[in-house]
């Protein structure tokens, strides 16, 4: 995702504004950004060609969903909604219109700072078969469940997408990574990462979004699983001493996951068999996960090169039904292959 390949949508004058790193400056990790076994430079994990033969002729998926560096938070809020205007143009027109093009999927991105604005974008590619989900940044001035986030959820959950919380470190003015403020270290950041997400997953419960938003289904992709089941635990407990405080929830926290999807990374889950058991059972049985390879990134899950857990222990669906009960528009292209 080259600057120039973003700044070509933009018009004047906000053209002229900096896009910054797309992996972000704060905490860089102490190795390549890029997957030591993608090898190549953007000219291959850039280019949807390269990548397509990667994925779907060597590697054997029949479909990827693509999730652009958001660039998104952005201290010029104009720009913001140029910018996220400009990625959605920039997808539909390269990795939609590439020569793998049926088989890629892409995120729309929006601003959750303009509301209006985002959800004016949810309608303009909702009807386009290739956006299958909306993608909203992680790091935000406030959780997803708060009331001014809730007409983008709803325009989503309208259109039958699911809304991905998506960490990338590319926002064009970062925030603060924790709740406790500013880790020294890249490895603190990392492992800590995933507690975002579940304050955004215990906002939308508490604060009824599922209740309102039935349709609707939140998928966390960066992680997050392996920290979900004592928070769970924890609001499931405090729920029920707490009832009146929140009195438009119907069911107890945990039973929400059935409209809440985990995308595991590497690190997600113990290598111990009987603890990986136990992870998976928590995870409603393995129904609430996604595979994901975060390809290119340094963290990739590769399956070829075995560095998953024992996959015997996953469900089969976690490997494709699982995505296609959540992406209804990706049936098509297991169909065609």
């Known amino acids: ?51 397509g033969e990667v994925l779907f002729e060597k590697g054997g998926f029949d479909a990827a969903i693509v999730t652009a560096p958001n660039r998104l938070v952005r201290s010029d809020r104009r720009h913001e909604v140029a910018v996220m205007r400009a990625t959605n143009e920039w997808l539909a027109a390269s990795w939609l219109q590439s020569r ?3 088989r890629f999927r892409a995120s729309i991105d929006v601003s959750p700072t303009n509301v209006a604005a985002a959800i004016k974008e949810i309608e303009r590619w909702a009807a386009h078969p290739g956006f299958v989900q909306v993608a909203v940044p992680l790091q935000v001035h406030s959780p997803y469940g708060e009331q001014e986030y809730f007409p983008i959820l709803e325009a989503a959950a309208s259109f039958g ?18 709740m406790a403020g500013l880790p020294t270290k890249f490895v603190e950041y990392h492992t800590l990462f995933p507690l975002n997400a579940m304050v955004h997953l215990v906002s939308v419960i508490t604060e009824g979004v599922f209740d309102r938003l039935p349709d609707l289904t939140l998928v966390l992709t960066d992680g997050c699983a392996a920290v979900m ?11 029920r001493a707490l009832k009146e405080e929140m009195p438009w929830v119907g069911r107890r926290p945990t039973e929400y996951l059935n409209q809440v999807r985990f995308v595991p990374r590497r690190d997600d889950f113990p290598r111990d068999r009987n603890q990986l058991e136990t992870m998976i059972h928590l995870a409603r049985d393995g129904a609430c996960l996604l595979y994901g390879s975060n390809y290119p990134m340094w963290d990739l899950v590769d399956l070829q090169a075995g560095d998953w857990p024992p996959a015997d222990l996953f469900p089969q669906p976690f490997f494709g039904a699982n995505a296609l009960d959540t992406y209804p528009r990706l049936r098509p292209v297991r169909q065609a292959t």
């Open 1 to 51: 995702m080259r600057d120039d390949e973003i700044l070509r949508y933009i018009g004047p004058p906000l053209r002229s504004i900096p896009l910054g790193s797309p992996f972000g400056q704060r905490y860089v990790p102490p190795v390549d950004d890029i997957h030591a076994s993608v090898g190549g430079g953007p000219e291959l994990y850039g280019n949807p060609d390269a990548v």
């Open 100 to 102: 793998h093009g049926e």
């Open 161 to 178: 997408l699911p809304v991905a919380i998506h960490g990338d470190g590319g926002g064009g003015a970062e925030l603060t990574p924790t």
């Open 229 to 239: 089941p004592p928070f769970l635990w924890r609001v499931d407990a405090k729920a």
